[in-house]
Nanobody
Framework: EVQLQASGGGLVQPGGSLRLSCAAS????????IGWFRQAPGEGREGVAC????????FYSASVKGRFTVSRENAKDTVYLQMNSLKPEDTATYYC?????????????????????WGQGTLVTVSS
């Protein structure tokens, strides 16, 4: 069974940092790009970041670029999202998922319909 499980969320103050993890199982992890999405209550699912299967190319939304960094350790079947300089507007449930297309590119990587095997997500709350 293909599974991706996000973890590491919690409560942090504005300006703080947090690292999320996405543990994958049930498939050949090295062959897939992995995306991070977030969803605030009453809002749609927003693409945050994506990393290619090799880790050689990263994508970020304009709102997080320069503050968040996505990385992966293929030997551990794990993708990370390092979040720095957190803002209250970053508050959301964060999800990771497997890219179902052949290759993510600019303008398409952030489309939720391009992903599969969504996990339950992990809640990040940024508040003082």
């Amino acid at each position: 069974e293909v599974q991706l499980q996000a973890s590491g969320g919690g409560l942090v103050q504005p300006g703080g940092s947090l690292r999320l993890s996405c543990a994958a199982s049930g498939f050949s992890f090295r062959g897939y790009a992995i995306g991070w999405f977030r969803q605030a209550p009453g809002e749609g699912r927003e693409g945050v970041a994506c990393i290619s299967s090799s880790g050689g190319r990263n994508f970020y939304s304009a709102s997080v670029k320069g503050r968040f960094t996505v990385s992966r350790e293929n030997a551990k079947d794990t993708v990370y999202l390092q979040m720095n300089s957190l803002k209250p507007e970053d508050t959301a449930t964060y999800y990771c998922a497997r890219f179902s297309g052949s290759h993510p590119i600019t303008g398409t990587w952030a489309n939720p319909s391009q992903y599969e095997s969504w996990g339950q997500g992990t809640l990040v709350t940024v508040s003082s």
